[in-house]
């Protein structure tokens, strides 16, 4: 198949692209280098430095043979979009061109803004280039089970089912988002709905929870091909940060009572999920959605299990409770149904403490380039702390130390004293 990647400088993207290439797909990634610029800018560099694009395609061609075409561009630019997808017609387009960060998006206006627009135009230019150039095309948009929020009853999978004075309809599950950046997804997903019924497009929509995890099959044959690893407040996951942390013997920093329950998957698993959801498409004028991982963690469950695999390894790992810098339910009820993957055969890879081991070990390796600056929160989801956010885009790395101190947490001044 002829499969597009939009993003594919990311996490996600750059694996994906590199498993498809490897399974025999003709594979062209576009990218602008957003988050790239978005991460310089906060300091919230990836612990690994990764080459560029095309370094890497040419890296990974000379190891596998397998060859990935690159295009440097902006997405919610549609004239641009409009020529790669005229030229390139693809067979599926899987869709991860959005500003990636819930932390990111709450900054200010200037980062709410840039997230709004890149988000929902990346996504309609997305939709009208395959509805003027591509109409048979598949669009796989990556959204989150950040979507829904955590209601007090079962989350389904993607619809529901009402009945309301004695009549039935099938709706969009509702959802209610915790950030600007899930409400982009939120919006993403209504607006593809609008063109699925209107136009007969076939879209699957992947509910993905947060992904742990940088090895994967390609990424293991040279370190410059592995994935972005981000560790900081603003574009790390909870996961990478607790194993920094252990690495760099910082206490794991839990927000408020850690009851936040979500839906984890392994980054192998997200590949296998794309491939299933791209080799099974919908039928014109449906929407599939299909919710994306494969176990569940609270913030403590987490911290646990980092802190008994850290302590099996020797590092004394600690565990502290910290003010909670975003407005969430910090224990509630949480259910969501993820049978859809699982029925199209997912073969799931779970969070075994061999895996965290795996992880934490890599980590290690790269202890010398942690900086403890990084890691606290810089962001806080109310505005009234307009210092929290102010200083997250301008000088993030004194009030991530300031933050420090007044968790008492007794931050390094240099990891690499540690060692």
């Known amino acids: ?48 430095a990764n080459p560029n694009l095309h370094a890497r395609a040419e890296l990974f061609e000379a190891l596998t043979h397998c060859h990935i075409e690159v295009r440097i561009g902006d997405c919610a630019d549609f004239r641009f979009l409009e020529e790669v997808v005229s030229e390139f017609v693809p067979d599926a387009i899987i869709h991860y061109a959005e500003q990636p960060s819930a932390p990111y998006s709450m900054i200010g206006f200037p980062e709410a803004k840039l997230t709004l627009n890149n988000n929902l135009n990346a996504t309609f230019n997305v939709v009208w280039a395959v509805l003027t150039h591509a109409p048979d095309c598949h669009i796989v948009k990556l959204g989150t089970m950040g979507e829904y929020g955590t209601p007090n009853i079962d989350i389904e999978e993607g619809w529901i089912e009402i009945e309301h004075n004695g009549r039935a309809d099938k709706f969009l599950y509702p959802r209610q988002a915790g950030s600007l950046y899930h409400t982009t997804k939120v919006l993403d997903t209504d607006l593809l709905w609008f063109y699925v019924r209107t136009h007969g497009l076939r879209v699957t929509d992947l509910m993905q929870g947060p992904v742990y995890g940088i090895s994967t099959e390609e990424a293991d044959l040279d370190e410059r091909l592995m994935p972005n690893f981000h560790y900081d407040d603003i574009f790390g996951t909870v996961v990478n ?131 403890a600056g990084k890691i606290l929160p810089r962001v806080s989801w109310n505005q009234s702390d307009g210092a929290a956010s102010a200083t997250a885009r301008h000088a993030p790395l004194a009030h991530a130390q300031n933050a420090a101190e007044t968790q008492q947490l007794d931050l390094p001044a240099s990891v690499s004293a540690l060692q």
């Open 1 to 48: 198949m002829r499969i597009l990647v939009l993003g594919g400088d990311g996490y996600l993207g750059w694996p994906t692209s590199m498993h498809f290439a490897c399974h025999g797909h003709e594979v062209l990634v576009v990218d602008n280098y957003l988050r790239r610029t978005i991460a310089q800018q906060t300091r919230s560099e990836a612990l690994i």
């Open 241 to 371: 940060r607790f194993l920094v942390q252990a690495a760099a013997g910082i206490p794991l920093t839990v927000y408020g009572r850690g009851g936040q329950i979500r839906g984890y998957l392994n980054l192998k698993d997200t590949l296998q999920c794309l491939s299933i959801a791209v080799e099974n498409p919908p039928r014109h004028g449906e929407m599939r959605i299909l919710n994306q991982f494969t176990e569940q963690f609270s913030v403590n469950q987490l911290a646990e299990r980092v802190q008994r695999v850290g302590n099996g390894m020797g590092l004394r790992v600690q565990v502290r409770a910290i003010a909670n810098p975003r407005k969430e339910k910090e224990e509630h009820y949480y259910n969501p149904v993820h049978s859809g993957l699982l029925q199209l055969g997912l073969q799931p890879h779970y969070m075994t403490d061999q895996v965290v081991a795996g992880m934490l070990s890599e980590v290690i390796r790269y202890r010398d380039q942690i900086d």
